[in-house]
């Protein structure tokens, strides 16, 4: 892997006709037409965005899963440098090192796990002082752009299932079909506190992270890059007693429906 770069290890996708077209492509064009042939017939797209709590990442992990593209949970990545630069120590005020220290990064996904330039780090950034830096790295426009180009680079490569806050209205304006996850501030919350104490953290109330999640809430929709907001195109789901499976169903059809899936 090189640095600067995002990669996905869990898809399911052929790779010797992969190859094989690839190989057919850049023989007979040059590189930057090959790609555009290749992301108009071949790679395909699906953006969830959404507020935390409404169900993105289970879903878009599922949703991956069932398909055999690639999940890409872009929160995860802003994780990643949040917590990279906590242990390098460098200044969370200052935006310029964040995005050289993002563009130097390898993050890979690989069986729902996310590495850190070869270390498992999926445990480490859900904690709650990274969770706290990360707000500083999301809202320095010099990161974003740097993930944006690392996120669109694995879209090159292969079909995507992404996660975020801007995936549809940003990074990938022109992808074949964009959902909007929503529920209520009051389901959400209560979905993240039973994901905490599942895992054995009860240091916070339910009315705690209800409280830290209007906030961020606020921040996300208020943050002059990338704010998180429904592309205009957007299918919106509200998810507010839906099972993850009812979820998926609906998202599987809709991606049926535009030719997006293999039946």
């Not at 992990?61 to 990643?80: I, N, P, V």
């Not at 460098?90 to 390898?106: F, G, R």
């Not at 704010?227 to 099972?243: P, R, V």
């Amino acid at each position: 892997m090189f640095a600067g770069m995002v990669e996905c290890m869990n898809r399911k996708e052929p790779t010797m006709l992969v190859s094989l077209l690839t190989k057919k492509l850049l023989s007979t064009h040059c590189v930057a037409t090959s790609w555009s042939i290749w992301r108009l017939f071949f790679v395909r797209i699906i953006t969830l965005d959404g507020p935390a709590g409404a169900g993105k990442s289970s879903t878009a992990r599922l949703l991956a899963d069932r398909l055999g593209w690639c999940h890409m949970d872009t929160g995860a990545m802003y994780r990643a440098v949040a917590l990279a630069a906590l242990k390098r120590d460098v200044p969370l005020e200052n935006e310029n090192e964040l995005a050289e220290l993002a563009a130097s990064l390898d993050i890979q996904f690989a069986h729902d796990s996310v590495f850190l330039n070869g270390k498992n780090v999926s445990a480490e950034i859900r904690v709650d002082h990274v969770t706290t830096a990360t707000r500083s790295v999301a809202d320095a426009p010099s990161v974003r752009e740097e993930m944006k180009k690392m996120q669109r680079g694995l879209s090159k490569k292969f079909n995507l299932v992404t996660e975020g806050r801007d995936q549809g209205t940003v990074v990938f304006p022109h992808a074949e079909l964009k959902i909007y996850l929503d529920a209520s501030p009051s389901a959400r919350a209560a979905r993240r506190y039973h994901e905490r104490v599942e895992q054995g953290d009860k240091s916070r109330s339910m009315n705690e992270i209800l409280h830290s999640q209007i906030e961020r809430d606020q921040g996300d929709r208020e943050r002059p890059v990338g704010a998180m907001e429904a592309a205009k195109d957007a299918i919106i789901i509200n998810t507010d007693g839906l099972s993850l499976e009812k979820v998926v169903e609906q998202v599987l059809g809709l991606a049926h429906d535009r030719g997006l899936t293999s039946d």
